[in-house]
């Protein structure tokens, strides 16, 4: 069973941080592909970071500078540290994993299309 389980949101004022774990099931631990994405209230989900599994990292603008993605173990590959945190992230969490093989070792995405399995989000509230 493929399983996506995401942990380490809450509430934080601005500046604070967090750090978002990724817990995988199932075919998820072979992905060479994950990322982390948000979504809002009555915004579409936009990717925030993505690690290949050769270590190759992207970020999007808005976070860079604040956001660092990481490698885990089998059970937890994925974390998210989020620094200097703002009102403007605040969002639902997503993990997500590209399909056992699918793409190259050193593949990135902040394009949702390009992912087959999901977590069911963690809330990441910020106040000012």
């Known amino acids: 069973q493929v399983q996506l389980v995401e942990s380490g949101g809450g509430s934080v004022q601005a500046g604070g941080s967090l750090r978002l774990s990724c817990a995988a099931s199932?075919?998820?631990?072979?992905?060479?592909?994950m990322g982390w994405f948000r979504q809002a209230p009555g915004k579409e989900r936009e990717g925030v970071a993505s690690?290949?599994?050769?270590?190759?990292?992207t970020y999007a603008d808005s976070v860079k500078g604040r956001f660092t993605i990481s490698q885990g173990n089998v059970e937890n590959p994925l974390y998210l540290q989020m620094n200097s945190l703002k009102p403007e992230d605040t969002a639902m969490y997503y993990c997500?994993?590209?399909?056992?093989?699918?793409?190259?070792?050193?593949?990135?995405?902040?394009?949702?299309?390009?992912?087959?399995?999901w977590g069911q989000g963690t809330q990441v509230t910020v106040s000012s």
């Open positions: 199932g075919a998820t631990r072979e992905s060479r592909t």
């Open positions: 997500a994993a590209a399909k056992t093989y699918q793409y190259t070792w050193s593949f990135t995405s902040l394009t949702y299309r390009d992912y087959s399995y």
């Open positions: 690690l290949a599994k050769d270590g190759t990292i």
